[in-house]
């Protein structure tokens, strides 16, 4: 049963890069030919795609993020990672990992439980 | 493209059915999904292609329209059933509706 699990800091002062991995278990990254996703949600923003990356590493970035983010994946450790620079509060949030349903940027399964960030000095 | 999710709130009395309502602020044929999100659990997902049940979900869920208009029907509601649904599109850019809370009445 594939299984995802974010980790990262839980708080992270404003400017500074937020930085977070996904390590998957139960399965492989590696020739899986699906894509990898970051999502968060908050309250003004609700569930909101960041970004995606596939096995290959290819991505997808949410176009008003574009600037400030790196998503890319580690198949060595069966892992993907999310960097989120010049943070502020509106970054502030619960950030999932997720599978797309396939090679392409349609559904998502399974998520992970999801990790809390915080932006405050 | 916009999703918008109605009613925010739903309170179902056990055995009944409850109906949930999406609509795209453009066509979004049938790439439509729908999740369901219980406190301290991950998502899960629930349908995509519109109508297409994932491994694991029972029955009395099921999802119809097209287009613009969406609907995720509980046949006969139970007490587990207790979360907030949200649908996602991902005709374009993957975005998600705001989500209607399901109560137990």
Known sequence: QLQLQESGPGLVKPSETLSLTCTVSGGSISSSDY???????????????????????STYYNPSLKSRLTVSVDT?????????????????????????GSMTLNW???WGQGTRVTVSS | IVMTQSPATLSVSPGERATLSCRASQSVRTT?????????????????????????????????????????TISSLQSEDSAVYYCQQYHDWPTFGGGTKVEIK
């Open chain 1, 35 to 57: 894509y990898w996703g970051w999502i968060r949600q908050s309250p003004g923003r609700g569930l909101e795609l960041i970004g995606s990356v596939s096995d290959r590493g």
């Open chain 1, 76 to 100: 060595s450790k069966n892992q993907f990672s999310l960097r989120l620079s010049s943070v502020t509060a509106a970054d502030t949030a619960v950030y999932y990992c997720a599978r797309h």
């Open chain 1, 108 to 110: 998502f399964d399974p």
């Open chain 2, 32 to 72: 439509l999904a729908w999740y369901q999100h219980q406190p301290g659990q991950a998502p899960r997902l629930l349908i995509y292609g519109v109508s297409t049940r994932a491994t694991g979900v029972p029955a009395r869920f099921s999802g119809s329209g097209s287009g613009t208009e969406f609907t995720l």
